[in-house]
C-alpha cells in the first residue's frame, strides 16, 4: 500500500513538471525575455522624468575570447579593435604586445602583424591605441609612441607613415607634439585622428596624408558669471580659474551614412557627450528623445556622469556607447532616444573592469576590456530583437509589422515610452487620432499628441459645429432676456428682496445672522474685484474703511492655494510635465501658504524699523487681496489649456505669467499705500525684504541639515553600542 502511494505520488510529481514544461514552452515569452537569473547586471531606462525604472535584458553575454583560446598568449593592455564589415574579421590592438590580432567571425586565428618592413628595414608598433580597416582592407594605426600614423595593406606590408604635420604645415606650431590616440578613414579618404592633449578638434589629413586642419571642435560658451569674474580678476586669480578650452574627444567612429561620430571624455554638465558631424564639422544629431544622449546622468554612488570612450553604429542608424566609468553600454535610436542600457563594472563574466572599445558585428556586441585583455560578447534577446525589428519596419515603411513588434515590446515592457510612441504614430497613421492621443499620452510624448489632438479638435468642433453655434446663440439669447427683465422690473426685485428680509427676520433670527456674516464676508471677498483694477483707492480702503478681514484675506489665500493646485492636476497633458505620481497636497498648499505669511512677517518686522504705517493685519490682508489676479486668470487658464495645441502655448505661458506679474504689481502699490512711503524707499524696504526671506530661508535649510545630520549621528552610535554588545 505504502508503495502504491509512493508510486502515485513519483507519477503526479512527474505530470506536475511537464504540465509547467508545456506552458513555459507554449507561452514561455516574457519568462525568456528577461534572462534575470543569467547575467551579472540588471536592465533599464529612464522615463520621462529622469527616472531609472527597469527593463527586460537586451542582450546577455554568450562568450568570452582570450588570448589563450587562441593559442597566442595573453593578450597585453589591448586599446581598440575593429570589425570589418565584408570580411567580419575581428583586428584587435594588442598594444601590450605591440601587435594586431586579426581572427574571423569564428573566432579563429587568421594573422598576427607584429612587425613590417619600412624602407628595407624591420619595424613595429610601439603601444598604439587606434586602429581602423578600411572597405579594401587597408590597416591604418595611431601608432601612438612612435608619433606617427602607419598604413598597412590587408596582408600586413608597410604602405606608408604619416608624421608630425607641424614639419610641414604653417598652422603648427614647431614645438607641437603629435602623439595619434584613435583614426578613422571617411569613404571619401580623408583621415580623422584624434590627437592626444589637442583640443581644437580633430584632426583632419587628406588622402596624400596632408593636414588640412582641424575639424568638428566642440564650442565652449562661457557663461555670464565666468565672464564677469574673469574680468574683475587679478592676474593671480585669472591663472587659477578654470580655462574656456574646448573639450577633448575620446573616440572617432565612421557612421554607416558616412558622417563621423564622435564621443567626449571628460565634459562639464551642459557639454554635449555625443557628436555626429558632417562633412562641413556641423554636429547633425538629432536629439528627440526626452534626455540628451548623455549616459547615466544621475549620481547613485560616489562616480558622477557617464564617460563615453566609443561609439558604434549599425545599418538601421541604432548606435551604442561605451561608458568607462560604470562599465555600462547605452543605445539609442538615430533619433537619439534610449532604447536599453546593459553591463558594468565587475570581474564577472558580461562585467568589464576597463572596457575601452565596443564593436557591432551583426546584431551582436563586442567590448574589448583593456585590463583583462578579454573580448566579451554579447547577443541580443528576444526582447531587443523586438524594439530593433520596430524600428527596422517603421523606417522600411512596413507599418503593420512595425504595429506588431511594439505591441510585443509592450508586452514584455510596459516601461518604454518608446513603445507607445511608435505605436501612436501608426495608429496616427491610420488616422485612429483618438487612440493615437491614448498611446501617446502613455508614452508622455507631448509633440505627437499635439499632432494627433490638432486632427482630433477639427473633427470633433466639425461634426458638432452647428450645436455649438446654436449654443452659442441660445447663450446671448439667455443674457440679453435676463438684462432687459432685470431692468425693466429692478424695482420689484428690490421690493422682493426687502420682503423676503423681512419675513425671515420674523421667522428665523438665527437664520438672519448667518445670513448677515454671508453676505459680509461676500461683500469684502468681492471687494478685491475693485481692488485689482483700482490699487491705490481699493487699498487705501482697506486700510482706513476696514473693507476686508482676517477671514476674508484668509479665503482668498485659500483659493490662491487650491488655485495652484489645479493647476499642478488638471492643466492638459500637453503643458503638465509634473508627475503626478509624487504629487503632495499638503506640500503644494504649503508651497503657497509658507511665503506668503513668511513675507508677512518679514515685511512687518523690517518697515517696522523703517517708519512703516502698516500694520500686520494690514499687511496679511493687504498681500491676500493682491493674490486675486492669480484666482481670477489661472482657473480658467487651467480649463483651456486641456484643449490647447503644443504651438497654442505661448497664450496659456502668457496668461500664467501675466497673472503673477499683475499680482506682484498689485502687492508693490499695496506695500507703498499701507506704509505710506515714496517709490524709493518702498523698493529699497521691498529689496530688504526678500533678501530677510532669503536669509531666513537659507538659515531654516541650515538648521535642518544639521538636525539631520546630528540625529544621523546619534543614530550610528546607537547601532555601534548595540551591536558590540
Known amino acids: 500500500m505504502n508503495t502504491l502511494n509512493y508510486n502515485r505520488l ?20 516574457p519568462i525568456l525575455a528577461n534572462y534575470s537569473t543569467a547575467v551579472p547586471y540588471n536592465s533599464y531606462v529612464y522615463n520621462f522624468w529622469d527616472e531609472p525604472v527597469s527593463s527586460p535584458q537586451a542582450y546577455i553575454p554568450s562568450k568570452q575570447i582570450k588570448g589563450v583560446d587562441l593559442e597566442i598568449g595573453q593578450i597585453e593592455n589591448p586599446r581598440d579593435m575593429f570589425v570589418h564589415e565584408e570580411s567580419s574579421q575581428i583586428h584587435i590592438l594588442d598594444s601590450g604586445n605591440n601587435r594586431i590580432v586579426i581572427v574571423d567571425e569564428n573566432f579563429e586565428l587568421v594573422n598576427i602583424i607584429e612587425s613590417f618592413e619600412n624602407n628595407g628595414s624591420s619595424d613595429s608598433l610601439n603601444e598604439p591605441r587606434g586602429i581602423f580597416v578600411t572597405s579594401e582592407g587597408n590597416i591604418y594605426i595611431a601608432d601612438t609612441e612612435n608619433r606617427r600614423i602607419v598604413e598597412l595593406d590587408k596582408s600586413g606590408s608597410f604602405i606608408r607613415e604619416i608624421k608630425n604635420p607641424a614639419e610641414t604645415a604653417d598652422s603648427l606650431s614647431d614645438d607641437f607634439v603629435f602623439r595619434p590616440n584613435k583614426i578613422a578613414v571617411d569613404p571619401a579618404g580623408r583621415i580623422n585622428v584624434i590627437v592626444a592633449n589637442v583640443y581644437q578638434g580633430i584632426m583632419q589629413f587628406d588622402g596624400d596624408g596632408t593636414f588640412t586642419g582641424f575639424f568638428g571642435s566642440p564650442q565652449v560658451t562661457p557663461s555670464p558669471a565666468d565672464l564677469f569674474w574673469r574680468n574683475i580678476a587679478t592676474d593671480e586669480q585669472r591663472r587659477g580659474l578654470r580655462l574656456f578650452i574646448p573639450t577633448e574627444f575620446t573616440n572617432v567612429h565612421i557612421g554607416d551614412d558616412g558622417f563621423l561620430l564622435a564621443t567626449i571624455g571628460y565634459r562639464e554638465e551642459d557639454d554635449e557627450a555625443i557628436r555626429k558631424l558632417n562633412p562641413a564639422g556641423i554636429n547633425v544629431l538629432r536629439e528627440t528623445g526626452f534626455q540628451e544622449p548623455l549616459g547615466d546622468h544621475f549620481s547613485d554612488d560616489e562616480i558622477s556622469s557617464s564617460m563615453f570612450v566609443d561609439i558604434t553604429d549599425q545599418d538601421n542608424g541604432i548606435y551604442s556607447v561605451l561608458d568607462r566609468r560604470r562599465g555600462r553600454i547605452f543605445t539609442y535610436d538615430d533619433n537619439s532616444r534610449l532604447l536599453y542600457i ?44 523586438y524594439v530593433i525589428q520596430a524600428i527596422e519596419y517603421y523606417n522600411d515603411g512596413r507599418y503593420q509589422q512595425s504595429k506588431n513588434m511594439w505591441a510585443e515590446v509592450l508586452e514584455l515592457n510596459s516601461n518604454l515610452d518608446l513603445a507607445y510612441t511608435g505605436l501612436g504614430r501608426i495608429y496616427f497613421m491610420e488616422n485612429e487620432h483618438q487612440t493615437a492621443m491614448e498611446l501617446f499620452e502613455s508614452g ?29 446663440l441660445i447663450l446671448i439669447l439667455i443674457l440679453f432676456l435676463y438684462k432687459t427683465i432685470r431692468r425693466k422690473y429692478s424695482s420689484l426685485f428690490v421690493q422682493a428682496a426687502h420682503i423676503t428680509k423681512a419675513e425671515k427676520r420674523l421667522q428665523n433670527r438665527s437664520i438672519n445672522k448667518v445670513y448677515k456674516y454671508i453676505i459680509k464676508y461676500t461683500k469684502q471677498i468681492s471687494y478685491s474685484l475693485y481692488v485689482i483694477f483700482h490699487p491705490f483707492d481699493g487699498f487705501v480702503n482697506l486700510k482706513f474703511e476696514k473693507k476686508g478681514s482676517y477671514f476674508s484675506a484668509s479665503i482668498l489665500l485659500f483659493i490662491t492655494s487650491l488655485t495652484y493646485i489645479l493647476l499642478q492636476v488638471y492643466t492638459g497633458f500637453i503643458f503638465n510635465t509634473r508627475n503626478l505620481r509624487e504629487f503632495s497636497f499638503l506640500l503644494e498648499f504649503s508651497s503657497v501658504v509658507v511665503p506668503f505669511l513668511l513675507w508677512c512677517v518679514i515685511n512687518w518686522s523690517v518697515t517696522t524699523l523703517m517708519d512703516g504705517k502698516g500694520s500686520i493685519r494690514e499687511i496679511y490682508i493687504t498681500t491676500a487681496y493682491a493674490l486675486t489676479p492669480i484666482i481670477l486668470i489661472n482657473i480658467p487658464t487651467t480649463i483651456i489649456s486641456n484643449y ?49 526671506m532669503g536669509g531666513f530661508l537659507f538659515i531654516a535649510l541650515l538648521f535642518f541639515e544639521i538636525i539631520e545630520r546630528l540625529t544621523s549621528f546619534i543614530s550610528d552610535i546607537y547601532n555601534e553600542l548595540m551591536l558590540r554588545r
Request: hydrophobic share 45%; charged share 20%; proline share 1%.
Open 342 to 385: 546593459f553591463g558594468g563594472r565587475g570581474e564577472r563574466k558580461g562585467l568589464f573592469t576597463n572596457p575601452v572599445a565596443i564593436e557591432y558585428r551583426g546584431k551582436d556586441i563586442l567590448v574589448l576590456d583593456n585590463e583583462t585583455g578579454y573580448i566579451n560578447v554579447f547577443e541580443p534577446t528576444r526582447y531587443a530583437e
Open 10 to 29: 513519483t507519477i503526479k510529481r512527474y505530470i506536475f513538471i511537464i504540465f509547467i514544461l508545456l506552458i513555459i514552452f507554449i507561452n514561455g515569452k
Open 644 to 692: 490647447l495645441l503644443l504651438d497654442e502655448g505661448a497664450f496659456y505661458y502668457f496668461f500664467i505669467a501675466f497673472s503673477v506679474f499683475w499680482s506682484m504689481c498689485l502687492l508693490f502699490f499695496g506695500m507703498m499705500t499701507i506704509h505710506e512711503y515714496d517709490l524709493s524707499k518702498n523698493i529699497l524696504a521691498t529689496i530688504i525684504v526678500l533678501v530677510g
Open 444 to 472: 508622455n510624448d507631448r509633440e505627437n499628441y499635439s499632432g494627433a489632438f490638432r486632427f482630433y479638435r477639427e473633427k470633433i468642433i466639425a461634426k458638432n459645429f452647428s450645436n455649438i453655434i446654436y449654443g452659442i
